[in-house]
T-cell receptor, first 115, second 114 residues
Framework: DAGITQSPRHKVTETGTPVTLRCHQTENHRYMYWYRQDPGHGLRLIHYSYGVKDTDKGEVSDGYSVSRSKTEDFLLTLESATSSQTSVYFC??????????????FGPGTRLTVT | AQSVTQPDIHITVSEGASLELRCNYSYGATPYLFWYVQSPGQGLQLLLKYFSGDTLVQGIKGFEAEFKRSQSSFNLRKPSVHWSDAAEYFCAVGARFGNEKLTFGTGTRLTIIP
């Protein structure tokens, strides 16, 4: 299994509070991704990173920000959590070669509930 | 941009029966194609992938998938399912050039009955 950990694994927070989720990898892969998974929607990309300090938006980036100060860590921040951000969040990594979308390896997920 | 459709939301099969899960994609050229499996409360695990070459690809856990360009499909098959195959299955498509992202289908939930 790819060395990917996510923390926390479960979190309950109140509307309006900031939340940061952490993804840590030990594979030294260049690309890291944050997805959210909701029933009926599959996985939707929030943000991704193609290197330290290099990030870009996915299809559902509103209300989320990310940072990557080290190769191994990719942080997802909800600046002011809303109930619509209740979801399961997955981090993924990929050693893409610059020639297209290669396979990604996923972490165990973080279940976030916003009350 | 690429897209992928999994037309079956939920499939139920008997243990020991054969299985086929459907996946159709939209992309202007031959894409990279993947199948993932997710057990309850777990992350996604890569079952198999197609990049090029032989259109019938073998994966882990006895699964295989066949790329059919003429039908824009990449269906997942298994000749005989086991109760442990009950899970959710996701098809994903990746662009062959430039775009380092994958697009996932909405998933097919597989139930196995004894």
């Amino acid at each position: 299994d790819a060395g990917i950990t996510q923390s926390p694994r479960h979190k309950v927070t109140e509307t309006g509070t900031p939340v940061t989720l952490r993804c840590h990898q030990t594979e030294n892969h260049r690309y890291m991704y944050w997805y959210r998974q909701d029933p009926g929607h599959g996985l939707r990309l929030i943000h991704y990173s193609y290197g330290v300090k290099d990030t870009d938006k996915g299809e559902v980036s509103d209300g989320y920000s990310v940072s990557r100060s080290k190769t191994e860590d990719f942080l997802l921040t909800l600046e002011s959590a809303t109930s619509s951000q209740t979801s399961v969040y997955f981090c993924a990594i990929s050693e893409s070669t610059g020639t297209g979308g290669r396979e990604q390896y996923f972490g165990p997920g973080t279940r976030l509930t916003v009350t | 941009a690429q897209s992928v459709t999994q037309p079956d939301i939920h499939i139920t099969v008997s243990e020991g029966a054969s299985l086929e899960l459907r996946c159709n994609y939209s992309y202007g050229a031959t894409p990279y194609l993947f199948w993932y499996v997710q057990s309850p409360g777990q992350g996604l695990q890569l079952l198999l992938k197609y990049f090029s070459g032989d259109t019938l690809v073998q994966g882990i856990k006895g699964f295989e998938a066949e790329f059919k360009r003429s039908q824009s499909s990449f269906n997942l098959r298994k000749p005989s399912v086991h109760w442990s195959d009950a899970a959710e299955y996701f098809c994903a498509v990746g662009a062959r050039f430039g775009n380092e992202k994958l697009t996932f289908g909405t998933g097919t939930r597989l139930t196995i009955i004894p």
